[in-house]
């Protein structure tokens, strides 16, 4: 015997409505399944939560300086240890460490940029762009550089690519430090300091002697460029840091703002001293 579904049944509003919601369910479920990871969606949140972390004032300027910053200072930390002289004070650092820890040295540069950014939390540091940036284009600019840059041999090159590289290094972190778009791992350390009072080149300078000896108890290279970098980067990060910052728009303005006021204050004292004078000779003279 056949069973036949009744007709009523079929054309219930109820079983319709509830074989929708399981044809809708089913969907959704399908849709999961074949695509488990809303790849997408995922990438447009991150590219808008990369691009907030972009000042909205001068981004153009802001970007063209950062990345161009962090490309000099690949160049120059390429330029020094190219040298042949001594590496960098965070180099012989990584250098020793990765000798006991028995990892590649790009490996342990990337563990201790996180370590260091430990320190941002009781400084109240924020990573920005330019801190993202400079994981990526600080290393592959340096390998760029190492592999064009001929190695020299005569004392005098050698010493003269050091040197060169200190400057371009010291240029170069104020260049992407000034983009305003955040501060590399271990400077947000030096710009965290120096927000709270303390002096730029001491800051940095301490920063560099410590890990340059922490480094060379480890067992990293240390030659007469390290010590030079060392001594040199805090005075020229000092210098070229306020000199290459970027300023708002209205800045310019408001700083007008200021001196137009501070010229009228200093216009007003000598009146108001000179009616203080003249209100005291009037009150001698009446009494």
């Known amino acids: 015997m056949t069973s036949t579904v009744p007709a009523e049944r079929v054309s219930h509003p109820a079983a319709v409505a509830g074989d929708q919601a399981e044809r809708a369910m089913l969907g959704r479920h399908e849709d999961r399944i074949a695509d488990p990871l809303p790849v997408g969606a995922a990438a447009r949140a991150a590219l808008a939560w990369l691009w907030a972390l972009i000042p909205r004032d001068r981004r153009a300027h802001r970007m063209v300086q950062l990345q161009l910053g962090l490309v000099l200072y690949g160049v120059s930390d390429g330029m020094i240890l190219m040298s042949g002289l001594g590496a960098n004070p965070w180099d012989v650092f990584h250098q020793g460490l990765a000798k006991h820890l028995g990892l590649q040295v790009g490996t342990t540069v990337i563990l201790v940029g996180v370590a260091v950014m430990l320190f941002w939390i009781p400084l109240r540091q924020k990573p920005g762009f330019g801190t993202l940036s400079n994981v990526v284009v600080v290393g592959l600019a340096m390998d760029g550089a190492m592999a064009w840059m001929p190695t020299?041999?005569?004392?005098?090159?050698?010493?003269?690519?050091?040197?060169?590289?200190?400057?371009?290094?010291?240029?170069?972190?104020?260049?992407?430090?000034?983009?305003?778009?955040?501060?590399?791992?271990?400077?947000?350390?030096?710009?965290?300091?120096?927000?709270?009072?303390?002096?730029?080149?001491?800051?940095?300078?301490?920063?560099?002697?410590?890990?340059?000896?922490?480094?060379?108890?480890?067992?990293?290279?240390?030659?007469?460029?390290?010590?030079?970098?060392?001594?040199?980067?805090?005075?020229?990060?000092?210098?070229?840091?306020?000199?290459?910052?970027?300023?708002?728009?209205?800045?310019?303005?408001?700083?007008?703002?200021?001196?137009?006021?501070?010229?009228?204050?200093?216009?007003?004292?000598?009146?108001?001293?000179?009616?203080?004078?003249?209100?005291?000779?009037?009150?001698?003279?009446?009494?």
């Open 152 to 287: 020299p041999h005569a004392w005098w090159l050698r010493w003269g690519e050091m040197l060169a590289g200190i400057a371009l290094n010291g240029v170069a972190t104020g260049a992407y430090i000034g983009a305003g778009m955040g501060p590399g791992p271990r400077d947000g350390v030096m710009t965290g300091y120096a927000a709270r009072g303390h002096s730029i080149r001491v800051v940095r300078t301490s920063m560099e002697l410590t890990v340059l000896s922490v480094g060379w108890l480890l067992g990293g290279t240390v030659g007469i460029g390290t010590a030079a970098y060392a001594l040199l980067i805090g005075p020229l990060a000092h210098r070229f840091i306020p000199l290459l910052a970027i300023k708002p728009k209205d800045g310019a303005a408001a700083e007008r703002t200021a001196k137009a006021e501070r010229v009228e204050k200093a216009e007003k004292r000598p009146r108001v001293a000179a009616g203080a004078g003249a209100g005291a000779l009037a009150s001698e003279n009446c009494c």
